[in-house]
C-alpha cells in the first residue's frame, strides 16, 4: 500500500470520531504511512514451511458444566429488593440510547 493520502488519514479519523486540523493530517500522514511500511514488510517473509495455526500454545479453555447451583440463585423477590423502582417483577432504569426519529 506504502504511503497513504490526506484523504485516507482524514477517512480514518472520521471513522474514528476525531476532528485533525490540516497540520495534524500532515503529521498522521506521514506516521501512518511508516506503519502501513513496516507492515508490509511481513510480505517478505518466508512462510514457505509453516504450518497455519489458530493457536500456538496447546493450552485449551475449561469450561465448568452449565447446571444452575440452587444455593446461588436468588428468588424475584430478593433480586428486587435493593431498587426502588420496579415495574411488573423488573428493575425500570432511565433510557441510555434515544430512537433515531427522537
Same mark, same amino acid.
Given at each position: 500500500?506504502?504511503?497513504?493520502?490526506?484523504?485516507?488519514?482524514?477517512?480514518?479519523?472520521?471513522?474514528?470520531?476525531?476532528?485533525?486540523?490540516?497540520?495534524?493530517?500532515?503529521?498522521?500522514?506521514?506516521? &501512518? /504511512?511508516?506503519?502501513?511500511?513496516?507492515?508490509?514488510?511481513? *510480505?517478505?517473509? +518466508?512462510?514457505?514451511? #509453516?504450518? %497455519?495455526?489458530?493457536?500456538?500454545?496447546?493450552?485449551?479453555?475449561?469450561?465448568?458444566?452449565?447446571?444452575?447451583?440452587?444455593?446461588?440463585? &436468588? /428468588?424475584?423477590?430478593?433480586?428486587?429488593?435493593?431498587?426502588? *423502582?420496579?415495574? +411488573?417483577?423488573?428493575? #425500570?432504569? %432511565?433510557?441510555?440510547?434515544?430512537?433515531?426519529?427522537?
Amino acid at each position: 500500500m506504502g504511503r497513504l493520502s490526506e484523504t485516507d488519514v482524514i477517512k480514518v479519523a472520521k471513522l474514528a470520531n476525531l476532528s485533525l486540523s490540516s497540520k495534524e493530517v500532515e503529521k498522521y500522514k506521514a506516521q &501512518l /504511512s511508516d506503519i502501513v511500511d513496516y507492515f508490509e514488510q511481513l *510480505n517478505e517473509v +518466508n512462510i514457505d514451511n #509453516v504450518e %497455519p495455526t489458530s493457536q500456538t500454545t496447546g493450552l485449551e479453555n475449561v469450561f465448568r458444566s452449565d447446571e444452575v447451583d440452587p444455593t446461588r440463585v &436468588l /428468588s424475584n423477590e430478593q433480586a428486587l429488593s435493593g431498587t426502588e *423502582n420496579t415495574h +411488573n417483577g423488573y428493575v #425500570v432504569v %432511565p433510557m441510555l440510547l434515544k430512537q433515531k426519529d427522537e
